[in-house]
């Protein structure tokens, strides 16, 4: 069975550019997060989707930061505009359901400049 | 303040040895989730421990409520070990979208 699958994997953006990242979950697993990863803040959660439907949107992240989730094995973060202080890893996670293992994506590292 | 806190924030050992990572947490727990993430790599699922003692391989955890704390022994350190592990609180009553992640230890072992 494949994993989380992320692309890009890397992401060179300027400042203002809009951003697109992309998620593939575990097949069959009804729940997906997306986190951010920097070195001072830890990881932090941008959005839980449940069955397609958004469940937690990360309130400091909403202005500029939109999860979708169009279908049950796709899920999309877009980041408009960029600025330099997104830059971090954002990885996606999946887990079958509530209190079950959380499978994680590689990340896609994003540097704004 | 800070839910969880992981010590020590960074560790080195010589092959062989062994290592004991804490996380302490201030607040009513479900269940202490662990994490291992290799350099530039994904966080992978090591145990879900509620409570009491789960052992994988050369690792064991330890989750004890009254004491608010969860530990992660790893056993004859190898080099592969080398990364950070994560250590993260699931509340009472909560799920994987109320995890609360430890900033982690970043483990080097030296051959």
């Known amino acids: 069975d494949a994993g989380v699958t992320q692309t890009p994997r890397h992401e060179v953006a300027e400042k203002g550019q809009t951003i697109i990242l992309k998620c593939e979950p575990v097949s069959g697993h009804n729940d997906l997060f997306w986190y951010r990863q920097t070195k001072i803040q830890g990881l932090e959660l941008l959005s839980y989707?449940?069955?397609?439907?958004?469940?937690?949107d990360g309130g400091a992240f909403k202005d500029r930061f939109k999860a979708e989730m169009l279908n049950s094995s796709f899920s999309t973060l877009k980041i408009q505009p960029t600025e330099p202080k997104d830059s971090a890893v954002y990885l996606c996670?999946?887990?079958?359901?509530?209190?079950?293992?959380?499978?994680f994506g590689e990340g896609s590292r994003l540097i704004v400049v | 303040g800070q839910q969880v806190q992981q010590s020590p924030a960074s560790l080195v050992l010589q092959e062989g040895e062994n290592a004991e990572l804490q996380c302490n947490f201030s607040t009513s727990l479900n269940s202490m989730q662990w994490f291992y993430q290799r350099p530039g790599g994904s966080l992978v699922s090591l145990f879900y421990?509620?409570?009491g003692t789960k052992h994988s391989g050369r690792l064991t955890s330890t989750t004890v409520i009254k004491e608010r704390r969860s530990s992660l022994h790893i056993s004859s350190s190898q080099t592969t070990d080398s990364g950070t592990y994560l250590c993260a609180l699931e509340p009472s009553g909560g799920s994987n979208a109320k995890l609360t992640f430890g900033k982690g230890t970043k483990l080097s072992v030296k051959s």
């Open positions: 421990n509620p409570s």
């Open positions: 996670a999946s887990s079958l359901m509530a209190g079950n293992t959380l499978y």
């Open positions: 989707f449940r069955s397609k439907s958004l469940m937690e």
